[in-house]
């Protein structure tokens, strides 16, 4: 059984970052699309960014240029480093992975439907 464990949430002001991780012991990260998404209050759970089983990355287009994901395969931990943050990005941060999946998966319409396992989630509050 897959465990996803996300850390780095906090509360930050507009402008700052904040680098989210997720650990996932004894799972082999290189086989699989992971994803980060986020839920803000009364939205729907969107896609922010991806990388694809065949290395593919996506990122939602509101993020493009101010997030980066990452996937280190030999800690087994998945990263999304986030700068110039906005009260727009507050919302909780879920990693998911699912097999055999492009990137692109994660941030298609309703993408968060493809993916089975998924962490508890971290938040993350942005101050104007």
């Known amino acids: 059984q897959v465990q996803l464990v996300e850390s780095g949430g906090g509360s930050v002001q507009a402008g700052g970052s904040l680098r989210l991780s997720c650990a996932a012991p004894g799972f082999t990260y290189s086989v699989y699309c992971m994803g980060w998404f986020r839920q803000a209050p009364g939205k729907e759970r969107e896609g922010v960014a991806g990388i694809g089983s065949d290395g593919s990355y996506s990122y939602l287009d509101s993020v493009k240029g101010r997030f980066t994901i990452s996937r280190d395969n030999a800690k087994n931990t998945l990263s999304l480093e986030m700068n110039n943050l906005s009260p727009d990005d507050t919302a909780m941060y879920y990693c998911?992975?699912?097999?055999?999946?492009?990137?692109?998966?994660?941030?298609?319409?309703?993408?968060?439907?493809?993916?089975?396992?998924w962490g508890q989630g971290t938040q993350v509050t942005v101050s104007s």
């Open positions: 998911a992975v699912e097999g055999f999946r492009p990137a692109k998966m994660v941030v298609a319409v309703n993408g968060a439907n493809a993916f089975g396992y």
